[in-house]
């Protein structure tokens, strides 16, 4: 069964596809080093390095000529993520338009897109009833939930929005049901579903070796034993480790993470070692900031700057240092034969973009199976967003898709070390919402 895969980047989704034993016949993406990664590493099909804008629909006609299975792909999301404007009618959501010209042009039996959660957002809902209702147009139904990588067997919290659109006047669409839960907080769901417990960071980089800030290397032989089916999954065949190696740390960032214990965050950095805008901001403030990674849980979601302790949960859990490229892949769910090009920071932005491999394998599945026999397996769950529902339903009515995970996030009210010795009537030394009084009142 043959893909596309447009905004490709390194290769999650289409990675994710191969696994489900699908042919990737292209991958399109216009960021070189990207493009050089999926080349390297999908080398039976064709990668366009290419501006989408710039292929004409003849084009992509042309390359589904023969019948296109499945088109995949994940536009950009700038536009509608958390950290963005948030503004439907923003410019670079013209992305999402590109996509929808592409199913019409390559007329895929099924599509699936990936998107970040903020697209279920308020100021985002209006985009996405547009977008469905033109996906309607072109004889798609479609469906779409927010789901947990770390619910597929990914080593990594990662909430995104999925659609799946089969071209068919099939009333429903099927979602593949998870295969793993936070057995700490959902007991009864593991012993009733017969759900696995989430792979946690140990499972996932255990036995890796052990490398300094700014060391490691493209190239490293494996010298610590597997620990865990996960690490047996993500070795396979190789006997080298590609791409271990970490971002080179400020020294004194290398001070600040000393002082942190595993799962601690800013709130552990010593008075002398607090940068200023810890100062200013609210003891509930910033819960991932510093933070080191804990051991028995999946690791917080990466972005694209994971190589930098400074701008979220990316420091080792027991190693002064940032995440490597390598340990960023296994905790996306990339097993090690998968080789990334281009400089340091680029192999870090790649990963931070990527869809987890092992999430786009469950959908891979799910979607051969109906492709093959017409229907979807019968471990099969229901996605919330239907078509019908997305078009006309007020955002007001949206349920709650993706909750807290309680586990990792710890007790935000706890008293930051850098604030000095904590008053006996903390409610004496806290205004404004907990942030710090000055001066602090003495004891």
């Known amino acids: 069964m043959r893909v596309i895969d447009l905004f490709c980047g390194a290769g999650g989704l289409s990675e994710g596809f191969r696994l ?43 390359e589904a000529s023969d019948g296109l299975d499945v088109l995949i792909g994940g536009p950009n999301c700038q536009g509608v993520s958390a950290r963005g404007p948030r503004d439907p009618d ?9 996509y929808v010209r592409a199913v019409e042009a390559t007329q895929p039996r099924a599509f699936v897109m990936e998107n970040v959660a903020g697209l279920t957002h308020r100021k985002n809902w209006p985009l996405l009833q547009r977008f469905v209702t033109r996906l309607n147009e072109l004889g798609y139904r479609c469906a779409g939930d927010v789901v947990r990588a770390a619910d597929f067997g990914v080593p990594q919290l990662r909430y995104r929005f999925i659609l799946v659109g089969i071209k068919s006047d099939r009333p429903e669409i099927s979602f593949p049901k998870p295969t793993h839960t936070d057995v700490g907080s959902s007991p009864s769901v593991y012993l009733i579903d017969d759900l696995k417990p989430h792979v946690t960071l140990r499972e996932a980089i255990s036995d890796l070796p052990p490398i300094l800030s700014g060391g490691g290397a493209e190239e490293l032989f494996h010298c610590l034993d597997i620990d865990s089916e996960y690490q047996r999954w993500a070795r396979g065949n190789s006997t080298k480790v590609y791409n271990h190696r970490a971002s080179n740390t400020a020294s004194v960032n290398l001070e600040r993470i000393a002082e942190i214990p595993t799962g601690g965050n800013w709130k552990d950095i010593p008075q002398h070692l607090l940068p200023p805008r810890f100062f200013r901001c609210r003891m509930t403030d910033h819960s991932t900031t510093y933070a080191r990674l804990r051991w028995d849980h999946p690791s917080f979601t990466l972005t694209a700057l994971f190589g930098n302790v400074t701008a979220g949960a990316f420091t080792h859990p027991q190693q002064n240092r940032a995440l490597s490229v390598r340990e960023g892949a296994r905790l996306h769910g990339f097993p090690d034969r998968f080789r990334f090009m281009g400089p340091l920071n680029s192999q870090y932005r790649q990963i931070g973009n990527a869809v987890p491999p092992l999430l786009a394998k469950a959908f891979g599945d799910h979607l051969r199976t109906y492709l ?48 000095g010795p904590e008053p006996s009537n903390r409610s004496l030394a806290l205004t404004d919402n907990y942030r710090l009084r000055e001066p602090c009142p003495a004891e």
């Not at 699908?22 to 064709?46: E, R, V, W």
């Not at 923003?90 to 590109?98: H, I, K, L």
Request: hydrophobic letters at 35%; proline letters at 6%.
């Open 372 to 419: 093959e026999e017409g229907d979807f397996p019968k471990t099969s769950v229901k996605p919330r967003l239907t078509d019908s529902f997305i078009r006309e339903t007020e955002w007001e009515r949206v349920p709650v898709l993706a909750p807290r995970y309680k586990g990792l996030f710890g007790e935000g009210t706890r008293w930051p070390k850098g604030w």
């Open 20 to 62: 489900a034993d699908f042919d990737i016949a292209l991958g399109l993406d216009l960021n070189q080093h990207a493009c050089s990664t999926h080349h390297a590493n999908f080398k039976g099909g064709k990668t366009w390095c290419r501006d989408i804008t710039d292929i004409k629909s003849e084009e992509f006609a042309a």
């Open 90 to 98: 923003d410019p670079r959501n013209q992305m999402f338009w590109e």
